[in-house]
């Protein structure tokens, strides 16, 4: 690849462990195989799955680069055979199976689009990750519609920034849960209806004030913890839909009663494992549905704290604090 170079900064974690194991290594640039673009990284987001995969709890899959990184934002720098989507030079954002924390990364071309119109790269970059998971769990495995009411956990984190303000953006009622009155603060101030302390609440006690008959959708992080009072939550026909386990992945003596007499769907996903069409397919409606909206400023991404590429141990420790609220950027290009 003419004008390229052989090679490229990136993270190495070893063999893994806290987020001490990160530091700056050598490698070769990578090529783009057939329909795969290679980006010029300006911006790479930092994710929770970046947390687990650095701690070896989160294996990438088959074929994809073991380094560290899910979403980037960058410039086109050398097309794979059969690309006709994008030329070199176009800016691209894009959900990346692997590789983003790096000053080039590969990706197939389905899963890249043009950066939402008025954004730079931090901002960019900050969109892939959230959108697809939001946008397919939320409005796909959730089917939100508007009228409806949704409970969104973690409700500062950068996905649950995104569902806030998505589900307002499309006619929804919004309760969403954090653990502080800043945090909770924060929540209001990004449109939802109703902030709940979970620190200082019983959440599923008071959803049942806000809305007695129950909320439509639950979308929850946290997993086996809160399962038993998501499942409370639900009013009739509702759908609780799982991302995520921070808080365990085995649920002890549930009683699924309420799944029975409230026919609720319990259903989830996780966002790597899925082919490159079906992200395609997702990126797809994004476009449609959502980078309008984006470019209108209206769910426009909160990005709380931007960290050199060399600083990622330090942009991980914040995240693993849980102090942030809404997005940790890693800038790998000035």
């Not at 499309?170 to 009155?181: C, D, E, I, Q, Y």
């Not at 809305?211 to 913890?225: F, Q, S, Y």
């Not at 499942?231 to 808080?247: N, Q, S, T």
């Amino acid at each position: 690849m003419a004008g390229l170079p052989s090679n490229m900064t990136y993270i190495a974690h070893g063999e893994g462990g806290g987020p001490e194991v990160m530091v700056p290594a050598t490698g070769p640039v990578p090529r783009p195989v057939a329909g795969e673009v290679l980006v010029r990284v300006l911006a790479a987001g930092v994710n929770r799955p970046d947390v687990q995969q650095r701690k070896g709890l989160y294996p990438p899959p088959p074929g994809a680069s073991p380094v560290l990184g899910l979403e980037i934002a960058g410039e086109v720098a050398a097309l794979g055979e059969g690309v006709t989507r994008f030329a070199i030079g176009h800016r691209v954002c894009a959900l990346v199976n692997g590789g983003g924390y790096a000053e080039y990364c590969t990706v197939p071309a389905t899963q890249a689009l043009h950066w939402p119109e008025g954004f730079d790269a931090i901002q960019a970059a900050a969109v892939p990750e959230n959108l697809f998971t939001v946008w397919a769990n939320l409005f796909g495995h959730g089917r939100l519609a508007a009228g409806e009411t949704v409970l969104v956990h973690g409700g500062t984190s950068g996905i649950g920034v995104t569902a806030i303000k998505l589900a307002k953006a499309f006619g929804a009622r919004v309760f969403a849960t954090a653990g502080s009155p800043e945090k909770c603060a924060a929540i209001l101030s990004f449109g939802a209806d109703a902030a709940i302390d979970y620190r200082q609440q019983d959440f599923a006690a008071e959803v049942k004030r806000l809305a007695p008959e129950g909320v439509d959708v639950v979308l929850d992080m946290v997993g086996a913890d809160y399962f038993q009072r998501n499942l409370r939550c639900l009013a009739k026909d509702g759908r609780l839909v799982l991302i995520a386990f921070l808080g365990g992945h085995e649920v002890e003596k549930a009683d699924i009663r309420p799944i029975m007499i409230k026919r609720l769907t319990v259903t989830g996903s996780t966002m790597r494992p899925r082919t490159a069409a079906e992200k395609g397919e997702i990126a797809d409606a994004l476009e449609q549905k959502v980078w309008p909206l984006l470019a209108k400023g209206e769910v426009a991404p909160v990005i709380h704290a931007t960290f050199p590429l060399a600083e990622a141990a330090a942009a991980h420790a914040l995240m693993e604090s849980s102090t942030h609220i809404g997005k940790i950027i890693l800038r790998v290009a000035e």
